[in-house]
T-cell receptor, first 113, second 112 residues
């Protein structure tokens, strides 16, 4: 079955440093991967999408990479700020007509001032 | 633009009771879906719809019913609530040709 894995342990980093979150997928090569941000008590919010033929995608302080050989996506936040503290979810599009999306369990990021 | 609106925000049910979680979107999106989110389990798809009158089961459909009579609305019905259905429920929508999923703010359900 298609599976997507994120490090469930929380990631604590110092303000100003670069945070790097990992997403691994197995048994399937997705056409794209997505990253979402979820704040406590709120619904996930879309951040970035990267396609299988793209190595890297950037948006302001965010950068996502997609390595089809390693079956992995890395999500980077440069110059991190306390406001970046949240849970970040990785998602992949499954095969099939509806294009169902499978989500990872998320990694909680805490940026320490 | 309201986006995806869910009601109620919080609900406590007794085992065996039934209820409906309401979901409405004002973006004219074709696709709508319901997820539940549990600690350590991530978001799991319950039911989804690709358009008015068309619904299908997701990963964890047992104990839930849906219908899609209009493009805007996609209610989720719990037929006979069980403690295992205690969870946070998210309604979501997206364009048929789009990739971005828009989520509601969630409905916290406790079954005692």
């Amino acid at each position: 079955s298609q599976k997507i894995e994120q490090n469930s342990e929380a990631l604590n980093i110092q303000e100003g440093k670069t945070a790097t979150l990992t997403c691994n997928y197995t048994n399937y090569s997705p056409a794209y991967l997505q990253w979402y941000r979820q704040d406590p008590g709120r619904g996930p919010v879309f951040l970035l999408l990267i396609r299988e033929n793209e190595k890297e995608k950037r948006k302001e302080r965010l950068k996502v990479t997609f390595d089809t050989t390693l079956k992995q996506s890395l999500f980077h936040i440069t110059a991190s700020q306390p406001a970046d503290s949240a849970t970040y979810l990785c998602a992949q599009r499954d095969s099939g007509g509806y294009q169902k999306v499978t989500f990872g369990t998320g990694t909680k990021l805490q940026v320490i001032p | 633009n309201a986006g995806v609106t869910q009601t109620p925000k919080f609900q406590v049910l007794k085992t065996g009771q039934s209820m409906t979680l309401q979901c409405a979107q004002d973006m004219n999106h074709e696709y709508m879906s319901w997820y539940r989110q549990d600690p350590g389990m991530g978001l799991r798809l319950i039911h989804y719809s690709v358009g008015a009158g068309i619904t299908d089961q997701g990963e964890v459909p047992n104990g839930y019913n849906v219908s899609r009579s209009t493009t805007e609305d996609f209610p989720l019905r719990l037929l006979s609530a069980a403690p295992s259905q205690t969870s946070v429920y998210f309604c979501a929508s997206r364009e048929g040709s789009g990739n971005t999923i828009y989520f509601g703010e969630g409905s916290w359900l406790t079954v005692v």
